[in-house]
């Protein structure tokens, strides 16, 4: 079965610092990967997403996301967060044909930036 | 917008009562999920359904049923709660596209507490 790992499950910044979350996923077939973020008291929401094609991959509020599939990793960067960026952080992978079309989520991690 | 509902947002049941919880999308969408969020834990699915009537169990399926009638809602029974049910508890809906699912739409969640 797919298994996801979000290795930093506390992250803790300043303001303008640079921010990478890992995750990294177990199945070596074709995958799409995706970043989900939850804001305080909102709903989880897309930031990006990766199914084929450009592996650097660009979402919402300034994210980015690269795939390597030779380390099984779609790390989510931003170069300088906002305390606005203070939010759960999900990573979610799902992996057809041949593996399960069922995304499966990594643990979460939680960010918190001081202003 | 696609847009998820849930039927409530705070909800305190006691030991044994059965408990329904209803989610309602709106943008037609094929697949519907129930997940249970726990801190540490991230997003564990209970139940998914890819069509009406039909479903499949996620990882976690003990202790709670569903139902799918129509389309668009997706309901999800603890048949008789107990207190390691109390949890936060999201729906979440998607397409299917290209074969693969997409993108997850997710409601507001339920807060459940079972005293």
């Known amino acids: 079965a797919q298994s996801v790992s979000q290795h930093n499950h506390h992250v803790i910044l300043s303001e303008a610092a640079s921010l990478e979350l890992g995750c990294n996923y177990s199945?070596?077939?074709?995958?799409?990967l995706f970043w989900y973020v939850q804001y305080p008291g909102q709903h989880l929401q897309l930031l990006l997403k990766y199914f084929s094609g450009d592996p650097l991959v660009k979402g919402i509020k300034g994210f980015e996301a690269e795939f390597i599939k030779s380390k099984f990793s779609f790390n989510l960067r931003k170069p300088s967060v906002q305390w606005s960026d203070t939010a759960e952080y999900f990573c979610a992978v799902n992996s057809p044909p041949g593996g399960s079309y069922i995304p499966t989520f990594g643990r979460g991690t939680s960010l918190i930036v001081h202003p | 917008d696609v847009k998820v509902t849930q039927s409530s947002r705070y909800l305190v049941k006691r030991t044994g009562e059965k408990v329904f919880l209803e989610c309602v999308q709106d943008m037609d969408h094929e697949n519907m999920f129930w997940y249970r969020q726990d801190p540490g834990l991230g997003l564990r699915l209970i139940y998914f359904s890819y069509d009406v009537k039909m479903k499949e169990k996620g990882d976690i399926p003990e202790g709670y049923s569903v139902s799918r009638e129509k389309k668009e809602r997706f309901s999800l029974i603890l048949e008789s709660a107990s207190t390691n049910q109390t949890s936060m508890y999201l729906c979440?809906?998607?397409?299917?596209?290209?074969?693969?699912?997409?993108?997850?739409?997710f409601g507001p969640g339920t807060r459940l507490t079972v005293l």
């Open positions: 199945y070596g077939g074709t995958v799409n």
């Open positions: 979440a809906s998607s397409l299917l596209l290209e074969g693969s699912y997409n993108e997850q739409f």
